[in-house]
């Protein structure tokens, strides 16, 4: 809930973000922006940096002729120049009960995995508005439960942070029909930072749907956050498990099956991390045992770079 | 198979459960915890499961099955054959009884049930094999055949007893010297046996009535000793009493306590049958009743022992109350008369016949051929050729048997002087036996001789009273006193039976059954009460002789007592046959060397059958050992 005084999103920390003030969000692909900025565009125009030569064909500006290489060769070229433009990201969070797990754990901070993207998010969608670029958003339930265009507006982006505020984890992320809801709404091609722990009993549906933004030229990143507890069952001499999502509960004793499990958790991870590979996203595993602070600055710079 | 311990299989079946139950209740109550990975834990489980299901189940076999061997050892159990087993339950249903046992009657009964079985099969490849259990005493297997059994029999003699020689003192036998008169002293003698190895102080407590007598005496180890002592009995009838050894544990103590059976005999009262008148003297009849008399005013006739009946008028209840008959001069008794007679003979009364004439004979020979075997005199009195005989002196006397032991040696001597006149002949009768001629005259013919018939006694005095010098001589009135005596007693003075064997008693001549029912009770050793007990007495019924009690299989040792309408008419005591208290055993080495009789015999103690059988447990404590070691390595190749 936003700061009644400030009205600002309780996970939007200015203190901490002050460290990465110079940062910003980049991306080494080329991108469709709206307005001209400093991402290399997709589209090439008539001013900006010389990119290339093309064959003349009849109908184009006459005054883009290379008329050096003509008089120099006898053929017609048209000279190419690459336009700058702004970033269009557009984060996207797995709302599922899943994400909901870690909060008041002793590992991992206090911060469950949901928690975590949310702080992820709302700091992000901070540093792309100070870039001049603009950040959308779009929460995954049972459906597309929430949408922001992409956008920079400082109204924009209070309402943005004040919705990443607001989400609630449910049961489960009909991702089929989460990715249909927002290919439909989606407009330019942008970036899309798909946050989420992967729990799904199906991947296939969820890799559809990075394939497709794919197959239409979105760069794909995917955020795999990882509590702690998670990777390593809690010691102790009996637990009775329950699963978040109504897969039922399990009583054993965590000792006779840490190895089984540590093995088809890293099985599932590896699946995971080589779906998405194929699929051409950028994959980042992120345990939220690392401060949010310091993931997000090293995804930063591992952007620049 | 049988154990010992049976609690230790209750134990073992609780040890079992107790691991199921500890865990039941100790086990962790899991706390609950949400996972968001929890479908990779339930894969993990289900792998676990499969893996380890094998496993888990192996152990708790593996333990269970050692916690069973565990509490199977501390049972002890013993491993028994079939026909052990059918012996054991044989076993258990025995009881000892107070008996007398016929060994070789038992061994013929297995003979016969052996050879039945043989011949219905084929003989040859018939095994048979007798098991017999017994501590073999040697009074009763001393003269064991085994010969009778099949040739292929296999004997196993299995004895119970101790190798210890086992020391023991009993009660043999209780009874007075001389049978007891009211009113005089009488001496009670208890025998005593000391079986032990040494000289033993022996106390006997001898209980009747309300009477008590201390005995006691030091008795020589391996022989019987007569412990004494004098009583006078009060008042007469049938009483049972006890004979208790005091301060005696050993291992039998059944024969510690002796019944016996007193019966005080009143002054006996006599009945003098003759057709002489009461009134006529002298004559055979007059003399006679005086000296039976005892000595007495003539005016006072109430103390009168001696009742005058006529010969005509012999009955039953002419001679009720009189233990002794006196016959002289009674004419040709009628045959009811002389079947009167005999039974009265039977039942116990005593009988002085004194012959004299030719009719005496004859009654004599009727009674002879009345009593059938029961009377076998050493003499025949037939009648004198002659009418008058000379006189005849005594000529053979048995001084040192009664009634002329107690006369002493002058008053004998003073019969040579003595002339006898009239009487009958004698004949000797083939196959019998003179014990019972007491005294012979110069013509060899009997003077007088005794005859034990039934119970009671009968003396034949062959002499004419009426003519003579005998009325008048000297011992005349000891002689009779004497033979008073002798015939007066009853010979049931000794009213005993050994238990378990069959008793046919015939009751006194007084008892019949239209005075009322006869009853019959036992009497409590500890109390010396009187009181009814629901256990066969056997059947107490009228015969021709009288009132006959048969018993299949006596009980006891106890008294018993035969009542009607609330009176003691009878009494019998039941005892431990004397051999029972003999419990020296037979060596091994007889009963399969000697007494094999050319069968295959084996001897074994149960003590050491029952060590040799008791080394079960060793087997299951070694499974026990192998299933942990098992269990051990089934974990450690599980990787626990």
């Given at each position: 809930m936003a700061n009644p005084v400030t009205n600002r999103s309780p996970f939007l920390d200015l203190c901490a973000l002050a460290v990465l003030q110079n940062m910003r969000f980049s991306t080494h692909h080329r991108i469709?922006?709206?307005?001209?900025?400093?991402?290399?565009?997709?589209?090439?125009?008539?001013?900006?940096?010389?990119?290339?030569?093309r064959q003349y064909t009849p109908g184009e500006d006459l005054r883009r002729l290379d008329w050096r290489v003509m008089a120099r060769t006898g053929r017609a070229y048209i000279k190419m120049f690459q336009n700058e433009t702004n970033l269009v990201c557009t984060p996207v969070i797995d709302a599922s009960r899943s994400m909901h797990f870690g909060a008041g754990s002793e590992n991992g901070g206090s911060l469950s995995k949901l928690q975590y993207a949310q702080y992820l998010v709302t700091a992000l969608s901070h540093i792309i508005s100070h870039g001049r670029d603009q950040v959308g958003l779009a929460v995954f339930k049972r459906k597309l439960a929430e949408y922001f265009s992409p956008g920079s507006t400082p109204d924009h982006i209070a309402s943005l942070q004040s919705a990443v505020a607001e989400i609630v984890a449910e049961s489960q992320v009909d991702w089929q029909s989460s990715w249909s809801g927002l290919f439909q709404r989606a407009g330019r091609r942008g970036v899309l930072l798909l946050i989420s722990d992967f729990l799904a009993d199906d991947l296939k549906p969820l890799f559809a749907g990075v394939r497709l933004f794919r197959h239409r030229g979105w760069e794909v990143v995917s955020l795999h956050l990882i509590h702690p507890d998670e990777e390593r069952l809690p010691a102790a001499t009996a637990w009775q498990f329950e699963g978040m999502e109504g897969e039922g509960s399990v009583h054993?004793?965590?000792?006779?099956?840490?190895?089984?499990?540590?093995?088809?958790?890293?099985?599932?991870?590896d699946i995971v991390r080589s779906l998405s590979l194929s699929a051409g996203c950028d994959y980042r595993r992120v345990s939220t045992a690392v401060p949010w602070l310091q993931t997000l600055g090293d995804f930063l710079v591992e952007r620049t770079v | 198979m049988s154990v010992l311990n049976g609690w230790a299989i209750g134990l073992g079946a609780a040890a079992i459960l107790l691991p199921v139950l500890i865990h039941f209740f100790t086990r962790p109550r899991p706390r609950s915890r949400p996972l968001s990975t929890i479908r990779f834990l339930q894969q993990a489980v289900e792998q676990r499961k499969a893996g380890r299901w094998l496993r888990d189940l192996l152990v708790l076999l593996f333990r269970s099955a050692a916690l069973a061997c565990l509490a199977i050892v501390f049972a002890r159990p013993l491993w028994q054959q079939e026909s052990d087993r059918s012996l054991a339950d044989a076993l258990a249903e025995a009881t000892a009884?107070?008996?007398?046992?016929?060994?070789?009657?038992?061994?013929?009964?297995?003979?016969?049930?052996?050879?039945?079985?043989?011949?219905?099969?084929?003989?040859?490849?018939?095994?048979?094999?007798?098991?017999?259990?017994?501590?073999?005493?040697?009074?009763?297997?001393?003269?064991?055949?085994?010969?009778?059994?099949?040739?292929?029999?296999?004997?196993?003699?299995?004895?119970?007893?101790?190798?210890?020689?086992?020391?023991?003192?009993?009660?043999?036998?209780?009874?007075?010297?001389?049978?007891?008169?009211v009113g005089a002293v009488a001496t009670l003698e208890v025998t005593v046996a000391n079986y032990c190895r040494s000289a033993n102080l022996v106390e006997v407590q001898a209980v009747w009535d309300d009477q008590v007598l201390q005995l006691q005496q030091m008795c020589p180890p391996g022989v019987k000793t007569v412990l004494t002592g004098d009583v006078t009995i009060p008042s007469g009838g049938w009483k049972t009493g006890w004979a208790m050894l005091k301060q005696n544990e050993d291992v039998l103590a059944i024969d510690d306590r002796f019944p016996f059976v007193i019966q005080a005999a009143e002054q006996p009262a006599i009945a003098l049958i003759s057709r002489q008148p009461p009134g006529l003297k002298p004559s055979a009849s007059y003399f006679l009743q005086r000296a039976l008399e005892p000595i007495s005013d003539e005016r006072?006739?109430?103390?009168?022992?001696?009742?005058?009946?006529?010969?005509?008028?012999?009955?039953?209840?002419?001679?009720?109350?009189?233990?002794l008959l006196v016959f002289d001069h009674p004419g040709q008794l009628e045959a009811e008369q002389v079947r009167l007679l005999a039974s009265l003979l039977l039942c116990g009364r005593g009988v002085l016949y004194v012959a004299s004439e030719l009719i005496d004979a004859t009654n004599l020979k009727r009674l002879s051929t009345e009593l059938g075997s029961q009377w076998q005199p050493p003499v025949e009195l037939q009648p004198s050729l002659t009418d008058r005989r000379q006189p005849l002196a005594i000529s053979d006397v048995k001084s040192n048997q009664p009634p002329f032991r107690s006369l002493g040696q002058a008053l004998v001597s003073s019969l040579a002087d003595l002339r006898l006149s009239g009487g009958l002949v004698s004949r000797h009768l083939p196959d019998t036996l003179d014990d019972g001629l007491l005294a012979t005259r110069s013509d060899q013919s009997a003077w007088l001789f005794f005859s034990s018939i039934g119970s009671g006694?009968?003396?034949?005095?062959?002499?004419?009273?009426?003519?003579?010098?005998?009325?008048?001589?000297?011992?005349?009135?000891?002689?009779l006193t004497e033979l008073t005596g002798m015939l007066g007693?009853?010979?049931?003075?000794?009213?005993?039976?050994?238990?378990?064997?069959?008793?046919?008693?015939?009751?006194?001549?007084?008892?019949?059954?239209?005075?009322?029912?006869?009853?019959?009770?036992?009497?409590?050793?500890?109390?010396?009460?009187?009181?009814d007990q629901t256990e066969s007495t056997g059947v107490i019924r009228q015969t021709g002789d009288g009132m006959v009690w048969n018993w299949d299989r006596p009980g006891g040792p106890s008294g018993w007592t035969?009542?009607?309408?609330?009176?003691?008419?009878?009494?019998?005591?039941?005892?431990?046959?004397?051999?029972?208290?003999?419990?020296?055993?037979?060596?091994?080495?007889?009963?399969?060397?000697r007494l094999a009789g050319g069968r295959r015999v084996s001897f074994s103690r149960v003590a050491e059958v029952k060590a040799r059988k008791d080394d079960v447990w060793n087997h299951f404590a070694i499974a026990g050992l192998l299933l942990l070691l098992a269990e051990i390595l089934v974990l450690q190749r599980s990787g626990m």
């Open positions: 469709d922006g709206s307005y001209s900025g400093r991402h290399v565009s997709r589209s090439f125009g008539g001013s900006g940096e010389f990119a290339d030569y054993c004793s965590p000792s006779e099956v840490r190895d089984a499990y540590e093995a088809n958790f890293a099985r599932h991870l | 009884r107070p008996e007398r046992i016929d060994v070789q009657a038992a061994v013929n009964a297995a003979a016969e049930m052996l050879s039945i079985r043989s011949t219905n099969e084929n003989e040859d490849k018939v095994a048979s094999e007798l098991v017999i259990v017994s501590d073999f005493q040697r009074s009763n297997w001393s003269t064991v055949d085994f010969s009778v059994l099949p040739q292929t029999t296999r004997i196993r003699l299995q004895s119970v007893g101790s190798t210890e020689p086992m020391d023991k003192v009993a009660i043999l036998d209780v009874g007075f010297a001389e049978p007891p008169v006072s006739s109430a103390q009168s022992i001696v009742k005058r009946i006529g010969a005509g008028r012999f009955s039953l209840d002419a001679v009720a109350g009189s233990q006694n009968m003396c034949v005095f062959n002499a004419d009273l009426d003519d003579g010098q005998l009325p008048r001589h000297p011992v005349f009135v000891p002689l007693r009853s010979n049931r003075n000794r009213e005993d039976a050994l238990c378990g064997e069959p008793l046919t008693r015939l009751l006194p001549a007084d008892v019949s059954a239209s005075s009322g029912d006869l009853t019959v009770s036992h009497a409590d050793v500890r109390s010396n009460e009187q009181h035969v009542k009607q309408n609330g009176q003691t008419v009878y009494a019998l005591a039941t005892q431990l046959p004397d051999e029972e208290s003999d419990l020296r055993l037979l060596d091994a080495d007889v009963m399969t060397d």
